[in-house]
């Protein structure tokens, strides 16, 4: 510190030499939050995540990010603060989405002693220790509001609230900003900053998508929601624009067969939209574009079903033995072709066809990790490392770019300022 000057104004200098707001960003993984919080004006002044692989993908992108190594139990604010060189309070808004796999409607089982359940309470011990951010942003799945009826939904405003923050919780809609995806995540915002009035984004996109979960109809836009071209008098009286294509997303990605494609190969033609263009930016290589390996049992599935179908095409003597007894009602999205001009479903952390929608429209194969962060709105110069599983699992696990963008502009501009 220099001499003759007080603490306040050593801090005070060193706000009116950073011009951008802040952000750090735990549970950070590949790192969809810093790039969309990064492109709208935000430095990052920290990450962290128990997942090695992550780290090398996201220092990729932000080399000059602090990385905080281990586990989040093991992280306090005290020794945050003091390797990172913050003050308390400096940072404007911590961001986050723990895991979510014990919480999802999806899994297999879901059970409230999971240990990933309980993972969001060191995001809030952190903040209570001694971060102190203006403002904060956690997402998650939406079926972490009807768990253990509904106990961890209080026990995050509970936690919050002791801190002295005030909350605001909404499920949104990927597809309504314009991702090419039927992403439904739960997001909570909550601020210490006085008088300040928490609100969300509103959709800039129509979509065709259905909220089949707790929370559908009060906490999305959808009740609020004109079709196409018809005046959004909630929403400003802009017109909301149509959603986003999976063949405006991926259709101008070199054509492949299964197990073509190198990790690193140029493009072989223009963007043909406006989403393709602004993905690819200035980028010159393409990255992570290879197809998988697919079984011939799959292969001979794949040859019945049509751009939009699924199992349900699938001559029943070459059906998977599970699925021959099952209800043509049941499992809509498993073994399917994808629609090029409607919705990818949600990425998940296996583009497995017996999961998912994750055939090609028209190429005889399943989805390359370059296509699934394509959908996800990555831009092309995020290349993930690891091996493939590690990459799928990078992509599927991550906040879309594009919506996180959303958010950190709206925050910005509704709290902050």
Known sequence: MSP???????????????????????????????IGFKEAGFKIAFANDIDEQCRDTYLLEHPSTCWLDGSIEDLTAKGVLKTTGLEK????VLIGGPPCQGFSINAPRRNIGDARNHLFKHY???????????????????????????????????????????????????????????????????????DAEITFP????????????????????????????????????????????????????????????????????????????????????????????????????????????????VPFALLPKGMKSARTSDHTRRYGRLNPDGLSGTVLTKCDPHWGTFFHYEQDRALTVREAARIQSFPD???????????????GNAVPPILARVLAKHISEHLLS
């Open 89 to 92: 309070g400096e940072i404007d």
């Open 202 to 313: 509103y959709p800039t996109h129509w979509a065709p998508v259905r909220a089949n979960f707790t929370g559908g109809r009060e906490l999305t836009w959808l009740r609020h929601l004109p079709r196409p071209g018809e005046s959004a008098r909630l929403f400003g009286n802009d017109e909301l624009q149509k959603h986003t294509s999976v063949r405006e997303a991926i259709g101008d990605l070199p054509p492949l067969a299964t197990t073509q494609g190198q990790e690193e190969s140029p493009y072989n033609g223009p963007p043909s939209s406006a989403y393709q263009r602004s993905l690819r930016a200035n980028q010159k290589q393409l990255f992570n574009h290879v197809a998988g390996f697919l079984s011939p049992q799959n292969l001979a599935r794949l040859k019945h079903i049509p751009p939009g179908g699924s199992w349900r095409d």
């Open 4 to 34: 003759g000057r007080s603490p306040s104004k050593e801090r005070a200098a060193k706000n009116n030499a950073r011009s951008e707001p802040l952000a750090a960003d735990l549970f950070c993984g590949a790192g969809g939050l810093s």
């Open 381 to 395: 110069r995020i290349r993930f490392t690891g091996g493939k599983v590690a990459q799928f699992a990078q992509v």
């Open 124 to 194: 809030a011990r952190l903040v209570l220790e001694g971060l102190k951010p203006k403002v904060v942003l956690m997402e998650n799945v939406p079926g972490m509001l009807s768990l253990d009826q509904g106990r961890t939904v209080r026990a995050i405003y509970s936690m919050f609230g002791e801190a002295g923050y005030h909350m605001k919780h909404m499920i949104l809609c990927a597809a309504h900003y314009g991702v090419p995806q039927e992403r439904w995540r739960l997001f909570f915002i909550g601020t210490r900053l006085p």
